[in-house]
């Protein structure tokens, strides 16, 4: 029951730590005053002008009683009551009462004065809306009606409204205050979020300065800590497979001049190919080394990157299916690097190639399918994995390293995306990549 009702929860609260944090600040304050404001209006506001207004038709009634008694002076009694109780007071011979009243239903003084009108008099009529300080109240006398034009502040205390205002007012001020202060405690967090998530793409965070509170600095500096590490780690990394790939190229070098002095053509053509193959291997190694380059991000057309790599492959039968001016800012070089090696892939064991560009509001999609023998469902998530070749379904390439897809996923990952694998509808594979727009 319990879970149920905190999964719920969850899923209504905010999902920002600014927004989480103002939540837990403003809602006591608020219920606070929606308490004291309530208890305020009941044992307070409502007390006064109920009193107020029972006082008002109690001097109403008054009038009428001092009115029939023939040894008061009529005209003189009008005259006392509006010099000294503010009552404008005029008598209508012939015209009866209105018989019916607007009553707003959410007005306590509309609903008060009603109540005090039918247990004191008989033959009544009110309106509170007509004038915009005034209360026109009629009584039935006679053949005719007294109207009473009455001050609106006889039936409403001023306090409620002053209350209202010292009451709301340092609410508005607290929750301003609470703004600032959080503000400035949640953004040492979201520097950080934002430099990691920096950082994962592969983008230079020189600029980024622990600051805030001591545990949120102590994070920070642990983050560079971190990222030094990985830097220096990726940086050796590089310089070793560099350094062991150029120590390769000079043998090789002089592999292919020796060749030339070959006689035997057959012999020469297997020890060429075969160096062929091995330059590929070191390329692949070499691009493997550089995923994170030190390219900087700019704005390109996805669309027109695609066609060009497309292009590329002249004798191919790759389809396209590409969505236009599809503008995104990444790597370029890397993103096309990503491109080709997954085509190459697909073109090992495949006759034909259907690559698809998509764009939503909030992501890009790529789909590059082939009708070759596919993948394992089982061997999906291994072939990511540098140096992993698959020995069955699709066959295997004494040319290849098993560098292709790992590079490629690096790449994505890197920006901040994501690449998959899954069945084809051509029968064969299916790479599916998503960057973030």
Not at 139 to 167: C, M, N
Request: with cysteine.
């Amino acid at each position: 029951m319990f879970y149920g009702l905190s999964k719920s929860i969850k899923k209504i609260l905010p999902k920002r730590l600014f927004y989480r944090g103002l939540l837990i600040v403003a809602v006591p304050i608020i219920g606070l005053q929606l308490i004291i404001s309530i208890v305020f209006f009941d044992s307070l506001w409502i007390k006064t002008n109920k009193g107020m207004t029972r006082a008002l038709v109690g001097e109403i009634k008054t009038f009428m009683n001092a009115y029939e008694n023939e040894e008061f002076d009529k005209e003189f009694l009008i005259i006392l009551f509006r010099e000294h109780l503010g009552f404008n007071i005029k008598f209508e011979p012939t015209k009866s009462i209105p018989k019916n009243y607007t009553e707003r239903w959410f007005s306590p003084i509309d609903r008060t004065l009603r109540r005090e009108l039918k247990s004191q008099l008989t033959g009544y009529w009110f309106d509170t809306t007509s004038y915009k300080n005034l209360i026109d109240v009629r009584i039935k006398y006679k053949d005719g009606h007294f109207q009473f034009i009455i001050p609106k502040e006889r039936v409403t205390s001023s306090s409620a409204r002053i209350f209202a205002l010292w009451i709301t007012f340092p609410a508005f001020l607290l929750i301003t205050i609470s703004i600032i202060f959080l503000k400035n405690q949640t953004r040492p967090i979201i520097n950080l979020a934002r430099a990691s998530e920096k950082f994962g793409r592969g983008e230079d965070v020189e600029d980024f300065r622990p600051s805030g509170a001591l545990e949120i600095r102590q994070a920070g500096f642990e983050f560079e800590k971190m990222r030094k590490r990985i830097i220096k780690h990726l940086n050796q990394r590089s310089e070793m497979l560099s350094g062991i790939s150029h120590d390769l190229r000079t043998p090789l070098t002089r592999m292919k001049l020796q060749l030339a002095f070959i006689k035997d053509g057959e012999i020469s053509n297997k020890l060429s190919s075969d160096i062929s193959e091995m330059e590929k291997m070191l390329n692949e190694y070499l691009q493997f080394s550089s995923t994170r380059s030190n390219e900087k991000t700019e704005t390109f057309d996805l669309s027109e990157l695609l066609q060009l790599t497309i292009e590329k492959y002249e004798n191919k039968k790759i389809t396209s299916n590409l969505a236009q001016r599809v503008y995104y800012d990444g790597r370029k070089i890397l993103i096309q690097r990503c491109i080709s090696n997954l085509i190459d892939n697909a073109i090992k064991y495949a006759e034909n190639i259907f690559i698809t560009l998509k764009k939503s509001s909030n992501n890009i999609t790529i789909l590059i399918d082939d009708d070759g023998p596919g993948i394992p469902k089982k061997e999906i998530e291994n072939v990511f994995k540098p140096f992993y070749k698959i020995n069955k379904s699709r066959g295997d390439s004494k040319s290849s390293v098993g560098l292709g897809l790992s590079i490629a996923s690096d790449i994505i990952r890197s920006h901040g995306g994501n690449i998959r694998l899954e069945s084809s509808p051509k029968n064969g594979l299916r790479a599916k990549i998503f960057l973030p727009f």
